[in-house]
């Protein structure tokens, strides 16, 4: 029973969670999440619906203060709803999934609930449900032996071999010395080579380790799964490449791989023509070969330009700049329009539009692409900056407060939007607010920006003040 998308369920659902989405908007997270509750109540393989709910828990939650004394009051007294959802797990995957939701409503960051939940949605056989979840607490608790082991295990069993190997590697770098992780990792490293190679066909009917055949092979597989380095290795493994696509002609993935070595080689009208006759072959509507043609397209407009600053030709490269820039803004909106269930595109075609200056498309997008996790706080952030540019301060400062709130640790993404909050809050005159975002940043990362000299010209002001204070008040 695979997840289902927004597309495929009636018209009444994807109505509750736009207006779910519309309440996170707004701030209203308590409705949003009891909605989106309802929702996967009526259709638990909703995945989007999933999501959303996750990002309107954490956010919830993180704004409540979070905290270790939550988690275990959390544990404590959800010990009977665990108790239920494991005796559920077997026969009836989906109430046990549906008691561990609401588990999670009390502290979407809890361990034992996120474990809980992921496995009723493994035995309901909705993977993406699972890794989602193990994901989100995976940056919570980076270095949770089991739950990196479980996430790794999911992402093998599912076929994700890049992620799988990386997540092992993790592993592996918290315990060096651990059997079981080195053998699951070794797995991984031979799943993700014959992956790249794409031999996900014949891997599938045995023991991925008897698909290679001797030590040379493997390293062979590896040295391609590297970056290469010379132009040897490049031209060699694009003749191994050609040996393939002339055996499968029909093979998307050889086609895609031969265009990413040819791009390697510099070769681009050959990298762009394996693409094209990739995107041929499949039919087209391929959003991940529509991304490579694009990201060749650049590369080639990069060493065009490269050329001309080194034949002293700055006219030159001014004008392939320019039609550079054109060229990443008429694809970006081209790419929306042909997929235009993409939030990631939606996110692209909105910094494109910020950078134009054109804020009230840019918003458009913005909003929309909020809905993507992976891009929900970045366009949170553009979204305030575009009101900032219009003037509108007020509506700045609540989209900054709320993708602040949905942050735990002070990194470099909320560095960026507590600075920017410091600058609206300056704008609206409310200066003593102001100071002590910059002070948050300056405690951690004196060099961030200009903060050091702004906290440098605040406790100066306050010394030659009347009274002659020295700190703030």
């Given at each position: 029973m695979p997840e289902v998308t927004l597309n495929e369920v009636p018209r009444k659902l994807r109505e509750l969670v736009d207006k779910a989405s519309?309440?996170?908007?707004?701030?209203?997270?308590?409705?949003?999440?009891?909605?989106?509750?309802?929702?996967?109540?009526?259709?638990?393989?909703?995945?989007?619906?999933?999501?959303?709910?996750?990002?309107?828990?954490?956010?919830?939650?993180?704004?409540?203060?979070?905290?270790?004394?939550?988690?275990?009051m959390a544990t404590l007294t959800g010990l009977g709803g665990m108790i239920s959802a494991s005796a559920l797990l077997k026969a009836k995957p989906l109430k046990a999934l549906q008691i561990a939701e609401r588990l999670m409503n009390k502290d979407p960051l809890n361990r034992p609930f996120?474990?809980?939940?992921?496995?009723?949605?493994?035995?309901?056989?909705?993977?993406?449900?699972?890794?989602?979840?193990?994901?989100?607490?995976?940056?919570?608790?980076?270095?949770?032996?089991?739950?990196?082991?479980?996430?790794?295990?999911?992402?093998?069993?599912?076929?994700?071999?890049?992620?799988?190997?990386?997540?092992?590697?993790?592993?592996?770098?918290?315990?060096?010395?651990?059997?079981?992780?080195?053998?699951?990792?070794?797995?991984?490293q031979a799943m993700d080579s014959m992956h790249r190679g794409r031999w996900v066909e014949v891997?599938?009917?045995g023991d991925y380790r008897k698909v290679l055949r001797d030590q040379e092979e493997a390293l062979r597989l590896e040295q391609a799964a590297k970056a290469v380095k010379t132009a040897s290795d490049i031209e060699n493994l694009i003749a191994d490449q050609l040996q393939k696509i002339e055996r499968e002609p029909a093979n998307v993935n050889y086609r895609r791989a031969l265009a990413d070595l040819y791009a390697r080689a510099e070769r681009y009208d050959e990298a762009l023509k394996a693409l094209e006759e990739a995107d041929r072959i499949s039919g087209g509507g391929d959003p991940q070969i529509d991304r490579a043609i694009s990201q060749i397209r650049v590369r080639q407009y990069d060493a065009a330009i490269q050329q001309a600053h080194a034949a002293g030709d700055p006219a030159r490269a001014a004008a392939l700049e320019s039609e550079k820039k054109e060229y990443l803004f008429t694809n970006a909106q081209e790419r929306v329009k042909r997929y235009p269930n993409d939030l990631q595109f939606?996110?692209?075609?909105?910094v494109l539009l910020f950078e134009r200056g054109m804020f009230t498309e840019a918003i458009q997008q913005f909003q929309q692409s909020q809905r993507n996790p992976q891009r929900r706080i970045r366009s949170l952030y553009y979204l305030a900056r575009c009101f900032?540019?219009?003037?509108?301060?007020?509506?700045?400062?609540?989209?900054?407060?709320k993708a602040a709130s949905e942050l735990s640790v002070l990194d470099n993404t909320k560095k960026d939007i507590l600075y920017e909050l410091g600058i609206?809050?300056?704008?609206?005159?409310?200066?003593?607010?102001?100071?002590?975002?910059?002070?948050?940043?300056y405690a951690v990362d004196?060099?961030?920006?200009?903060?050091?000299?702004?906290?440098?010209?605040?406790?100066?002001?306050?010394?030659?003040?009347?009274?002659?204070a020295t700190g703030p008040a």
């Open positions: 519309a309440a996170m908007e707004r701030g209203n997270t308590d409705y949003a999440v009891e909605m989106l509750l309802n929702v996967l109540d009526t259709e638990p393989r909703l995945f989007e619906a999933r999501k959303l709910l996750r990002t309107a828990q954490v956010a919830r939650f993180v704004a409540g203060g979070g905290g270790a004394g939550r988690h275990l996120v474990k809980l939940v992921a496995q009723a949605a493994i035995a309901a056989e909705l993977p993406q449900t699972a890794m989602h979840a193990l994901e989100i607490a995976r940056e919570a608790y980076p270095n949770d032996v089991e739950l990196l082991f479980q996430l790794g295990t999911l992402y093998k069993d599912n076929g994700i071999t890049d992620k799988a190997r990386e997540t092992f590697e993790a592993l592996y770098r918290l315990r060096p010395n651990d059997p079981r992780i080195i053998k699951a990792l070794k797995d991984a891997g599938a009917k939606k996110y692209d075609l909105g900032e540019e219009k003037g509108q301060l007020d509506i700045a400062a609540e989209q900054l407060e609206v809050y300056e704008r609206m005159g409310r200066a003593d607010k102001a100071v002590e975002l910059f002070k948050e940043i004196i060099a961030y920006r200009d903060v050091a000299q702004r906290i440098e010209r605040y406790y100066k002001a306050q010394s030659s003040s009347p009274g002659g």
